[in-house]
């Protein structure tokens, strides 16, 4: 019986001379002042729900459906989504969206929740990608999401951008969506 009460005592001597004799590590730099950039960018996303290729696939929804949406309340998409300059499939592809939106309204006011990341694999931000994570009222012809982050040359980035559908087939819920971005980022 003093055999395991030693043992016990020994082990938690042990492990308060561990914890006592630790040393938290943490450096401060100086503060950086770097001058903030603003960056103008304008693309498509092209969201296709059909077909063989689908870019967007439903990955869960539901037990409980209301209306008749095409992307009913509770639906949750995986996208792999092209990026491209102009509004025409042939026009150069420039990156690409991956990410998640779900559909959070039960209503008419169609609204998605998206977890989006813009990754660029061509031109000037090559290797770049700007995050949003934001609230898209879809139904709105004005609308706005938030910028909430980004990497590469996007690093620390913060903004909004303003979202146009340019086209929308309401059968199967195919888009085209036009990105006017103002990011700001060191």
């Known amino acids: 019986m003093a055999i395991p009460r030693l043992a016990i005592v020994l082990s938690v001597l042990f492990l308060v001379s ?3 004799r630790s040393e938290y ?16 960018l304008r693309f498509f ?12 696939v439903k990955v869960a929804h539901s037990n409980v459906t209301f209306g008749t949406s095409v992307i009913p309340f509770g639906t949750v998409y995986a996208i792999d989504d092209p990026l491209r300059e102009g509004p025409e499939y042939n026009s150069t592809l420039i990156g690409n969206a991956r990410g998640m939106y779900m559909s959070a309204s039960r209503g008419s006011d169609f609204c998605l929740v998206m977890y989006i990341d813009y990754a660029f694999t061509a031109g000037k931000f ?5 995050s949003v994570f934001s609230r898209n009222p879809v139904t709105e012809t004005k609308r706005e999401v938030a910028v909430v982050g980004g990497r590469g040359k996007f690093r620390m980035a913060r903004g909004f951008a303003k979202l146009k559908t340019h086209y929308l087939n309401v059968n199967n819920g195919d888009a085209i969506i ?9």
């Open 45 to 56: 996303l092209f969201d296709i729900l059909s077909g063989d290729k689908p870019t967007a």
């Open 178 to 186: 036009e990105y006017d971005v103002t990011v700001f980022h060191y």
């Open 25 to 40: 590590y943490s450096r401060t730099s100086r503060r950086v002042h770097l001058k903030p950039k603003v960056t103008h």
């Open 18 to 20: 561990i914890s006592a």
């Open 126 to 130: 090559k290797g770049s990608s700007i």
